[in-house]
C-alpha cells in the first residue's frame, strides 16, 4: 500500500474530495427524481382511482364557496383530486369561456368551460370539451360553440383544481377568451361565486353535443423521472470509478518507476 501514499499530497486530497462532493451532488439528485417518481405515480394511481369509482356528490369532494359574487371556494385536496363528481344545475350560456391553445391529437383548438349554476346560486365551472378552431382560420379562430342544454342539466366528471398563472380574460364575439384555467381570474369575470375546483366531464344528462371531443386527463411521464434516477446514480458510480482508475493508472507509473531506478542502481556495479 505503500504505492499510494501520493494520494496523501495536496493535489490528490484536494482530487479526492471534489470527486466526493460531486458523487453526492448525483445521489441527492438522483435521490430527488426518485421522489419525484413516487410524487407522480401517486397521481397516476390516483387518477386511476378516480376513473374507477362511483361518482358522489359534489360537496363530498370539494367545499363550496361562501363568499360573493366572483370569490372562489377552496381548492380540492390532493387526496380529493380526480375525484369523479356529480353536480345538477343549469348552464349560464352568457359566460362561455374559451380556453385557447389547447392541442388534441396535433390539432390546436379550444377547451370549452361553462359554469353550471347550482340551486344554491353558486357556480361549478364544467370543461365540455375540446373543439378545433373555426374553418379555414389559424389556432385563434374562434369556434361556433355547440349550445348547451337548457334547463336542468346533471354532469359526471372528475374535479381537477385550477391551472396556475393569472393571464387575462376578454371577450370576444360574446365568449370569454383566456390561455389558462386560473379559477380566480375567471371567477372575477362571473356574477357569482365559483368553486375551487373544475370538472373535467365524462358524461351528461341530456347527453352532450357530439361535437365536442372528451379532453384526455393528463397522466404524468412518471417513467421518466426513474431514468432520471438511474441515470444520476450511474453517473455518480462513474465519477468515484474514474477516481479509482487514475490512481490506479498513478500508483502503476509511480511503481514502474521505481524498478527502473531499483534496476539502474543495480546495473551500475557491474558496467563499472
Known amino acids: ?7 496523501l499530497m495536496p493535489r490528490w486530497l484536494g482530487a479526492l474530495a471534489l470527486t466526493l462532493v460531486a458523487a453526492a451532488v448525483m445521489v441527492l439528485l438522483g435521490d430527488w427524481q426518485l421522489a419525484r417518481y413516487h410524487d407522480r405515480t401517486a397521481i397516476n394511481e390516483q387518477i386511476d382511482a378516480g376513473q374507477r369509482m362511483d361518482p358522489v356528490p359534489l360537496p363530498e369532494a370539494v367545499a363550496a364557496p361562501t363568499g360573493g359574487a366572483g370569490t372562489v371556494g377552496p381548492t380540492p385536496t390532493a387526496e380529493r383530486t380526480w375525484t369523479k363528481v356529480t353536480a345538477a344545475g343549469q348552464y349560464d350560456t352568457a359566460n362561455v369561456i374559451l380556453v385557447r391553445g389547447r392541442s388534441l391529437e396535433r390539432t390546436v383548438g379550444f377547451e370549452v368551460l361553462t359554469p353550471l349554476v347550482l340551486t344554491d346560486g353558486t357556480a361549478l365551472l364544467v370543461n365540455r370539451g375540446w373543439i378545433p378552431p373555426a374553418p379555414g382560420g389559424d389556432a385563434t379562430a374562434q369556434p361556433t360553440v355547440p349550445a348547451a342544454p337548457t334547463g336542468t342539466v346533471t354532469v359526471t366528471g ?3 383544481p385550477g391551472e396556475g398563472g393569472s393571464l387575462p380574460v376578454t371577450r370576444r ?3 370569454l377568451e383566456t390561455r389558462r384555467v386560473s379559477l380566480p381570474r375567471l371567477a372575477s369575470e362571473l356574477p357569482y361565486p365559483v368553486y375551487g375546483g373544475y370538472v373535467l366531464l365524462d358524461t351528461q344528462s341530456p347527453t352532450a353535443d357530439p361535437t365536442f371531443e372528451a ?3 393528463g397522466y404524468t411521464n412518471n417513467w421518466q423521472n426513474y431514468g432520471y434516477v438511474v441515470q444520476w446514480w450511474i453517473f455518480a458510480g462513474m465519477t468515484l470509478i474514474g477516481f479509482g482508475y487514475f490512481a490506479r493508472r498513478e500508483a502503476r507509473q509511480r511503481a514502474g518507476l521505481v524498478r527502473e531506478r531499483a534496476a539502474d542502481r543495480a546495473a551500475e556495479p557491474a558496467s563499472a
Open 1 to 7: 500500500m505503500g504505492v499510494y501514499r501520493f494520494l
Open 173 to 175: 364575439d360574446g365568449n
Open 215 to 217: 379532453v384526455p386527463v
Open 158 to 160: 372528475r374535479i381537477r
